[in-house]
């Protein structure tokens, strides 16, 4: 950037405004306090609206959530809050409930990501050839992200449903017993995490495509001068040519998988499916979170249970850079 | 909003290969590519096709269910071809379902949302792509932390919040904890820096503009297209956004999403119905995809992270 840019832009040399020696000479000094106050001043005042909104609705409501969660709090009685230091903690770690939420969402997690990611990655790949309708393959592999959580569950409890569903006929028709994607657990997490992987990896895969069309040519043509198979050259240069995008990818997968609401809980049951299933085969964290709260009206124990969620988010980013850490050192 | 015609280029006329625009075919990846782009060969072909149908068949699906009734929707072999009752569903959807008032209040929440993203992404883009202050870097850095944080563990002191200020079951409720976001500011930020020449700002300051007129005169009409394509992809979200409206609104004033978790509850499923729901409440957000899908596509590509 030019130094002239530089300085009219920081206001450290207000130009004086052209034609305006003719106004007095109070007038004018309060012209330049007026333009070195906006010069100063509105850069700050342009990027309040963002941080005052963000403090307001999600900076301190999460800070408060700690805060709540050494309490107990009604959800009939909002305002009386009860301390009762870490007692909610203490109970949460000895709830069967939590710890089989925890699994839940950390299976529903690996299961809907893993598979979504690298479906992802290759779709990129093929989305990256010179084609016809690459257009319509872009905007086709993006209608699902469309669809709202609540319009893909219920269309996928449908698809799922035990006796009359699309896939148990055209399981039948090849002679496999009917699967009860509802009711037994490794099944409902495979169906719930299908609508996850349904909704979101198209949307990962334009991603990855942007990327991967970042990367410089020559970097291709060096690899085929070596003689490097296509194969080759998407292993040594796509893949780690695209390897910000990629932990941009699995980061944001992790935060939502930690998350998992809307896909349970209208899986199979409705708005009353704050269980996650008779036997909570299928509820996360975030359901607890919900049923804790809204149903047992315990939000104390809510608040515990978002906490809990938020350091799970912690473990899991530590594990990633531990594992990072230790392949970064056998390779 | 900007015309059909207009071509949102995502990429700034000038300078740098680092933003790109999707989809615009043959000629730039000519120009990048030359020793990368393979032609696709049939296999690719046959296995974009799969992608594709398994994107849209199951919305094709409830176009299906929602056209047939009850009693066929519940048959084996399943229907996958229209019925003749789509619109009788449809309507009834509309008055039973309450879809209706849901509709509306989406379009008010999701419309506000997208407004007021757009113009405080827009704002905050310009001072952090174009304005020298202090703490600048930090200030961006802080917004980009904020990406991680996930809005649902806050959703207890929310409620609370929300209670006190007399909102619950409010539409305010949903719109103003998402009246910014922080990808929106990124995104705006990146694309200004590119498409902004410092030259035009400087130029608007010798002239002796105040900063709000430099953003109204010189920042807004540059900022344009991608003002529409942060429209679009903010519009997508919050028509979308389940959890806390879930929490927050109840049946008698819900959003779409809200409206279509009370189809499913009755005892009785009347599964036409529950897809005819969801078929209503996906349309809007359909259409806009099939009008401006171009323009979607390239405004998610632009916003990756590349590298």
């Given amino acids: ?331 | 909003m900007t015309t059909n015609s207009l071509p949102v280029r995502t990429e700034p006329p000038v300078r740098t290969p680092v933003e790109k625009p999707a989809g615009r075919g043959g000629r730039r990846l000519l120009r990048q590519g030359a020793g990368r782009q393979h032609h696709a060969g049939p296999l690719a072909y046959v296995l974009l096709v799969v992608m594709a149908v398994l994107s849209i068949f199951p919305l094709y699906w409830t176009m299906v269910a929602a056209s047939t009734d009850n009693t066929r929707v519940s048959q084996t072999p399943p229907p996958f071809l229209p019925g003749p009752n789509l619109f009788s569903n449809l309507a009834r959807a509309w008055d039973e379902a309450a879809m209706g008032k849901a509709m509306v209040n989406s379009l008010i929440v999701a419309g506000v949302i997208a407004l007021s993203t757009v113009m405080f992404a827009t704002l905050a883009g310009f001072a952090f792509a174009k304005l020298r202050f202090k703490g600048r870097n930090i200030l961006l850095m802080l917004v980009i932390g904020t990406m991680m944080v996930p809005p649902q563990l806050g959703v207890v002191p929310l409620f609370m919040m929300m209670s006190e200020l007399g909102w619950s079951q409010q539409l305010p409720a949903v719109i103003f904890p998402t009246l910014v976001s922080a990808v929106g500011v990124f995104f705006m930020r990146q694309y200004l820096s590119e498409a902004l020449p410092d030259e035009l700002v400087e130029a608007g300051r010798v002239d002796g503009a105040h900063s709000l007129r430099i953003f109204w005169s010189i920042v807004l009409p540059v900022a344009r297209p991608a003002m529409a394509v942060l429209f679009m992809i903010t519009f997508v979200h919050a028509w979308n956004d389940f959890f806390w409206p879930f929490v927050v609104l109840d049946m008698t004033n819900p959003t779409v999403p809200v409206a279509l978790t009370q189809l499913s509850a009755g005892y009785v499923r009347d599964q036409s119905l529950i897809m005819a729901g969801a078929l209503l409440g996906t349309l809007p957000l359909l259409a806009m995809f099939i009008v401006f899908g171009r323009q979607i596509v390239s405004g998610i590509m632009a916003g990756a992270v590349k590298g």
């Fill in chain 1, 1 to 331: 950037m030019a130094t002239s840019t530089t300085k009219a832009l920081t206001g450290e040399e207000p130009p004086a405004p052209p034609g305006a020696t003719g106004g007095g000479k109070t007038a004018r000094r309060r012209g330049a306090w007026l333009h070195r106050l906006d010069v100063k001043g509105a850069p700050y005042a342009f990027v309040a609206p963002f941080f005052v909104v963000f403090a307001a609705f999600s900076f301190y409501p999460l800070v408060y959530t700690s805060w709540i969660s050494l309490h107990d709090v009604e959800l009939a009685t909002l305002d009386v809050m009860e301390w009762v230091a870490f007692d909610n903690y203490v109970e949460l770690w000895g709830d069967s409930r939590f710890w089989n939420a925890l699994q839940n969402t950390i299976t529903i997690g690996v299961i809907s990501t893993v598979p979504q990611l690298m479906m992802a990655l290759g779709l990129a790949h093929l989305l990256n050839y010179r084609m016809r309708a690459s257009l319509f393959f872009r905007v086709a592999s993006l209608v699902p992200y469309a669809t709202s959580v609540a319009a893909a569950a219920l269309v996928f409890t449908m698809i799922f449903e035990r006796d009359f569903g699309m896939i148990n006929w055209a399981l039948g028709s090849v002679g496999i017993d009917p699967v009860h994607w509802e009711s037994d657990k490794w099944p409902a997490q495979v169906a719930i995490s299908t609508i996850v992987i349904w909704r979101w990896t198209g949307y990962n895969a334009l991603l990855y495509l942007a990327a991967m069309q970042a990367i410089p040519a020559e970097r291709y043509e060096a690899a085929s001068i070596d003689g490097a198979s296509r194969w080759k050259q998407f292993t040594h240069v796509t893949v780690p040519g695209i390897r910000s995008t990629i932990v941009f990818t699995i980061v944001l997968s992790t935060i939502g998988a930690t998350q998992l609401f809307g896909e349970p809980l209208i899986f199979g049951q409705g708005p009353n499916g704050v269980t996650g299933g008779a036997d909570n085969q299928y509820q996360t964290l975030g359901l607890l979170l919900y049923e804790e709260g809204w149903k047992n009206y315990q939000m104390g124990r809510s608040a515990t249970v978002a906490w809990a969620m938020f350091m799970l988010l912690v473990l899991a980013f530590v594990a990633q850079r531990l594992i990072k850490r230790l392949r970064s050192r056998t390779s």
